[in-house]
C-alpha cells in the first residue's frame, strides 16, 4: 500500500508546491523593478545561507545548533525521500542515508518542540506553534517507512492498520514542508527566505562585507514614485525579502522603540508588509502588537491592505513610522538579513516629499536646512564663533592640507562646542596639518535624509561635494558619526568619494603612532556608549576603547554594547518627530549605564551626548572621547636653558 500510496502523495505535493511558487512569485512580481544578477545570486545563495547567515544565527549556539539538525535534516531528507520513495530507487546505501538524516531532524525538531511549550514573549505563536509536531510527523513517519528499505524490517511491516497511520503521519508533514515552503505557512521563511538570499538588495553585506547607506532615488525620473505610498512601489526583491521573515522577534527583542512603548514593533511592521503584498488582514497575525500608551496594544485584526493601496492608515499607522530611529539594531539581529530600515525610510520618503506630512517639528526643520543650511535655523555667518580664539586654517586660504576636520552643525551647540575645542587641542597637540572649511561648510544632510527629504539631502550633499572638489586634503576627519557615515557612505552615490574617519579612529592611530602622548585618565570609574551610527552602521566598535585603553582606563562594559549597544534615541530624527512612549529611551539606555556602577559615561557622538545629558539628575556626568584625552594629553616641555654663568664655570674633574 505504502508503496503505492508514497510516490502519489510526493508527486502530487511537488504539483502544488509548484503552483504555490508561481503564484508565489506572481505575489512579489507586483513590486516594482530592480536589477539583479539572477544566475550569480542563486550559485553564491548556498554560501550565503551556510555561511553569511549562520554567522548571524552563530550568535545563539542552542538555536544555531537546532537550525542546523532540522533544517539540514529536512532538507537532506525531502531530496532522499523524493529519490527512494517517489521514484522507487530501494538502495540500501539511500535507505540508510535517509534514516540518519530523518533522525537529525528528529533530533532538531525535538529542540524546536521544548522551546514551543513556553516560548519567549518576542515569538510568534499561531501556526508556529504546529510547526515542530509536523516536522516530527515527517522525520517519524520516514524514518518508519524506510526501515524495510535499508533491509531492517521486512517489507509487510505492520500491516494495513500501520501503513495508514503512516500514510497521515507522511501526508501532514509533507503538507507542511511542500506546501506550506511556497503557499503558506511557518516554512515559507525556507522558500522565500533562500531566495531572499540569492536576490538580497544589499549583495554588499555577504562575504564579510557591509553595505548601510541609503539607496538614493532618482529625482530626475518624473515616471518613479517619491517613495512608497503602496506595497507595490517597493522593489519586487524588497517584497521577497518581508516574506522571508521568520517571525523569530530577534528585531522586536532589540527595538529600542518598541521597549519604550513607542507604537512600533519591527517584526509587526514586516508582517504588516506581508499583508500588503498578498492582501487581506492583519487577523491571523499572532505575534506582539504595536504598543499603545494605553497599554492595550493595537488591536490586531483592524489593519489590511493590498498590493495597490495606500500603507499609511491601512496597514500601518504613520506614527509607526516615525517612532524608528533608524539604528538598525533589527538589522543587526535578523537572522533573514530583512532590511527594516531601508523600508521605513522608503515610507517616510513618500509622506514627506508627496505628502508634505512630517510631524512635529520636522517641517520647520526642513525649512531651516534648505534656508540656513542648518537644522536649528541658525544664522549660517555664526558657524565659526566657536573657535573664534582658535586661529583656525581655512581651506580656503590653504587649499591643502593633511585633514579636513568636518564640524558637522555642532558648532552651534555649546556643549558640542567644547568636544570641537577639546579635538582641536589634540590636532594641535599631534601637530596635524588640518584645516576646516568655515562658513563653506554646510549640513551634511544625514537628519533631511532620514526624514525622507531626499530632494533636500541631495540639494546638501551636492553643494558639499562641489566645495570639496576645490581644494586637496588627504582624508576627512569628524566627531560626528552621522556626518561621518554620509560622507563616507551615500556620497560617493553623487560622485563624492572620500577617506573619512571618525575622530576617535583617528586618534586611536595618533597614539599608536606616536604622535600623541597622553597620560593617564585621573578620575573615575568609566563605561562607553557605541554610538549606532559609529558600531552597526559602520562597524567602528575597537578605536574607541583603544584610545580609553591609552588612558589607562578599565572599561566597565553594558550588557547592551558594541553590535547589541541600545540606541541612545536621537538618530533618525527621532527627537524632531517626538512619538510619544510609556518611557524616553536616553532614560533606558541610562538605566543600562547605572547598572555598571559607572560614574563616567565616554561617547563619541554629540546626538548621544546630547540625548543622555537630557538625562534627569543625578546621573554620571558624560564626556566625549576627544575631551578625555585633551584632559590626559602630556604637554611638551621646553628645553632649559643654559645661563652665561654656568657656561663659564669650568666642568668638574672626577
Known sequence: MLNTLLPILLFAALALAVLGVWRRVNLWRNGRASKVDLLGGLLAMPKRYLVDLHHVVGRDKYIANTHVATAGGAAASILLAILVHG??????????????????????????????????ARLSKGPWMRLPKSLLAFSVSFF????????????????????????????WGVSELFLGMTWGGPMKHAFAGALHLAWHRRAERFGGGRSTGLKPLDLADSTAPLGVEKPEDFTWNQLLGFDACVQCGKCEAACPAFAAGQPLNPKKLIQDMVVGLAGGTDATYAGSPYPSLDGKGRPIGVHGGHPHQPIVNGLVEAETLWSCTTCRACVEECPMMIEHVDAIVDMRRHLTLEKGATPNKGAEV?????????????????????????NLSLMSDKKTADVLFWVGDGAFDMRNQRTLRAFVKVLKAAKVDFAVLGLEER???????????????????????????????????????????????????????YLVQHHSTFMAELVEGGALKV?????????????????????????????????????????RSGFRSRCCGGGGGAPITDIPGKQRIPDMRMEDIRETGAELVAVGCPQCT???????????????????VADALIEEQPAPTVTAQAQREPAEVL
Open 610 to 628: 546630547a540625548m543622555l545629558e537630557g538625562v534627569v539628575e543625578p546621573r554620571p556626568l558624560i564626556k566625549d572621547i576627544a575631551e578625555l
Open 144 to 171: 518508519l517507512v524506510t526501515l524495510p528499505v535499508a533491509g531492517i524490517l521486512p517489507q509487510d511491516f505492520g500491516g494495513w492498520l500501520l501503513a495508514g497511520i503512516l500514510a497521515l503521519g507522511v501526508a
Open 443 to 497: 549640513d551634511s544632510g544625514d537628519v533631511a535624509r532620514r526624514l525622507g527629504d531626499e530632494a533636500t539631502f541631495q540639494m546638501l550633499a551636492r553643494r558639499n561635494i562641489q566645495t570639496l572638489s576645490r581644494y586637496s586634503f588627504k582624508r576627512i576627519v569628524t566627531c560626528d558619526p552621522h556626518s561621518f557615515h554620509v560622507l563616507k557612505n551615500e556620497y560617493g552615490a553623487f560622485d563624492g568619494n
Open 519 to 559: 597620560g593617564q585618565h585621573k578620575g573615575t570609574s568609566v563605561t562607553y556608549h557605541d554610538p549606532c551610527y559609529l558600531g552597526r552602521y559602520n562597524g567602528e566598535y575597537e578605536a574607541p576603547r583603544q584610545v580609553l585603553r591609552a588612558l589607562g582606563i578599565d572599561i566597565k562594559e553594558m550588557q
Open 87 to 120: 521514484f522507487g530507487l530501494h538502495n540500501r546505501v539511500l535507505g540508510y542515508a535517509l534514516l540518519l538524516t530523518t533522525l537529525v531532524m528528529f533530533i532538531g525538531a525535538i529542540f524546536i518542540y521544548r522551546r514551543r511549550i513556553n516560548p519567549p
Open 366 to 390: 526642513l525649512d531651516n536646512l534648505i534656508a540656513t543650511d542648518n537644522p536649528g535655523g541658525f544664522a549660517p555667518g555664526g558657524r565659526m564663533n566657536w573657535a573664534a580664539d582658535l
